[in-house]
C-alpha cells in the first residue's frame, strides 16, 4: 500500500478532528488556548514501529496572534476522522 506523505483533509474531516481535540482536552503547550485551525494529516503507520498501523498526526495550529509557539499536532486514528474510506 502506497500513502502519499501529507494528506489534505476536507472541512467535514476538520470538523471531526476539531471534535476529537476538544474531547481530549488540547490546550496549545505554549499559551494555554484550546482554540486551533486544522491543518494536513501524516500518516505514521508506515514510519515508526511503535505506532500503530492506522496512525495519524493531524497539524494543529494555534490561533492566537499572540501565541508564540502556534504549531503542535495530535494523533488519531483513522476511525476519528477519515470515516468515508
Not at 508564540?68 to 477519515?82: A, K, N, V
Request: hydrophobic share 35%; with cysteine.
Amino acid at each position: 500500500m502506497i500513502i502519499e506523505d501529507n494528506r489534505e483533509l476536507t472541512e467535514e474531516q476538520k470538523r471531526r478532528v476539531l471534535l476529537k481535540v476538544e474531547e481530549k482536552g488540547v490546550v496549545c503547550g505554549s499559551c494555554g488556548s484550546r482554540d486551533f485551525e486544522v491543518g494536513e494529516a501524516l500518516y505514521l503507520g508506515f514510519l515508526f514501529l511503535s505506532e500503530d498501523r492506522d496512525a495519524y498526526m493531524v497539524a494543529l495550529t494555534c490561533k492566537d496572534p499572540a501565541c508564540e509557539s502556534p504549531r503542535t499536532g495530535i494523533r488519531l486514528h483513522r476511525l476519528d476522522f477519515l470515516w468515508e474510506e
